[in-house]
């Protein structure tokens, strides 16, 4: 085990915090450090998960001997040139999302990757969605045939967000992260929608929502955007000739669930969820048959309690949404992983071993560099989209991920 991976965490804030003990206990990782510009977070962070590497900086990372990857866990504007420093460093690279927040910068990874042939990977949680699975195996199975319609969105109130802006923002947090349009961060809604239908998008539409709240944050010269949107929705036209809506919604009266599918629809079958009610139609001659899957889709510790009073009420408030439901193949990931906490149900641990098992074998990760582009791309268009009154727009495309280089499966 001479390739061990040594991987220094960037950003010691709130999102980290679950990820260090999964990538510690995984057996391709040799060793972890963490950094932070805030000095008391390194230090707690690394005492907190009983690690003995501590950097000063992100640069002193990137000229270490012994770190051979980069884990970005820095607020969500600040990803593309750190993922483009590491790599031109010689640094395998795990991102959280999103993966930049501009077109070039997208390039740029994708060039990098491909020239150097280190690994990327972006963590996203809906690759892994209960949801997603579902569509995406009914669907490459055939049995839903060809997929022609879907919907898909992430819903995240600014309620839940202004501590968490304020924490690592400091007097600027407003003008900074906080105003960052929803669709430079779009890849919950994009990504459930693309990696079910293993399609991308050529072309975007989009409509925002102009906010007006008192808090200020949204509007020109009020954020680095001058970004009016807190919600914005986008029409994709896919290249596989089916469409897609996907939502960003930042300003809106709900909690949970927060990231999923409402409705996926082939020729010859369809999905629909409502809440913690998943329904699944297969069409049968003239009829149609129905078929109740919220057992399979439910998390296991959900599905205890579906019959109690009071049983939607906790689940419209994210109550049991973190961990396992039956249909997510717990068999692929490392003994190591059981009994350990997990998040954004039940994602984290396949995103922390698709990135170890593709940065130790050479193997391409389910959310490698050009996956990553395509879950990103429509986002960033359907911004300019949405601030042309809904003009339709090109989205450009890097290409599928090198045909000779085998991928991870996902679902195996
Ligand atoms: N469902 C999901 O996939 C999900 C959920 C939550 C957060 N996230 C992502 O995780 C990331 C981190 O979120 P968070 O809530 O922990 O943010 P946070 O603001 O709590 O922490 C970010 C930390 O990064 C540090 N930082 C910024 N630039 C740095 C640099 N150059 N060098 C060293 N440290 C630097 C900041 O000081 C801060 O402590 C965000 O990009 C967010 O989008 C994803």
């Not at 079910?196 to 010269?221: L, N």
């Not at 001659?285 to 109690?308: I, T």
């Not at 050479?362 to 809904?390: E, F, M, V």
């Not at 090109?394 to 991920?401: K, L, Q, R, S």
Request: charged share 20%.
């Amino acid at each position: 085990m001479n390739n061990l991976l040594h991987i220094g965490f960037v950003g010691c804030g709130s999102f980290v915090q679950h990820f260090i003990p999964l990538f510690k206990a995984h057996p391709y990782v040799g060793s972890v450090a963490v950094t932070d510009l805030i000095p008391e977070r390194r230090i707690e962070t690394a005492k907190k998960h009983g690690v003995t590497d501590i950097y000063d900086s992100f640069e002193d990372m990137l000229k270490s001997k012994k770190l051979n990857c980069i884990a970005i866990f820095t607020q969500r504007h600040l990803h593309g040139p750190l993922a483009i420093a590491a790599l031109k460093a010689g640094k395998h690279v795990y991102s959280a999302v999103p993966m930049a927040t501009s077109v070039e910068e997208i390039a740029q990874i994708v060039e990098l990757v491909k020239q150097t042939g280190l690994t990327y990977s972006m963590g996203e949680t809906g690759h892994y969605r209960p949801c997603s699975i579902f569509c995406r195996t009914k669907l490459k199975s055939g049995e839903m045939g060809e997929f022609v319609y879907g919907e898909s969105q992430y819903n995240h109130d600014m309620r839940h967000f202004y501590a968490s802006y304020q924490r690592s923002g400091g007097p600027d947090w407003k003008r900074t992260a906080a105003g960052i349009p929803p669709m430079l961060y779009p890849t919950h809604s994009t990504g459930m929608m693309l990696s079910s239908t293993g399609s991308y998008a050529r072309k975007v539409a989009a409509f925002g929502y102009r906010d007006h709240h008192e808090d200020g944050i949204f509007g020109e010269g009020k954020n680095d955007w001058d970004n009016p949107f807190t919600n914005t929705s986008a029409m994709l036209y896919l290249a596989n000739g089916g469409i897609a809506r996907i939502s960003e919604n930042r300003r809106i009266g709900w909690y949970g669930p927060q990231s999923y599918i409402t409705n996926f629809c082939g020729t010859a079958g369809s999905y629909e969820c409502s809440i913690a009610q998943h329904s699944y139609v297969r069409l049968s001659g003239m009829d149609a048959v129905y078929e109740d899957v919220s057992g399979l889709l439910n998390p296991f510790e959900m599905q205890k309690h579906v019959s109690e009073e009071g049983f939607a009420n906790a689940v419209v408030n994210n109550k049991w949404s973190s961990t396992f439901a039956p249909i997510q193949n717990t068999k692929r990931l490392p003994e190591e992983f059981i009994g350990m906490p997990d998040g954004h149900g039940g994602t984290h641990k396949y995103m922390c071993d698709d990135f170890c098992k593709a940065a130790y074998t050479g193997k391409l990760s389910p959310t490698n560099a050009w996956i990553a582009a395509r879950y990103n791309l429509p986002g960033l268009i359907a911004h300019q989209s949405a601030l042309k009154d809904g003009e339709s727009i090109d989205v450009p495309d890097f290409g599928d991920p090198p045909a000779g280089q085998d991928m991870l499966d996902s679902d195996k």
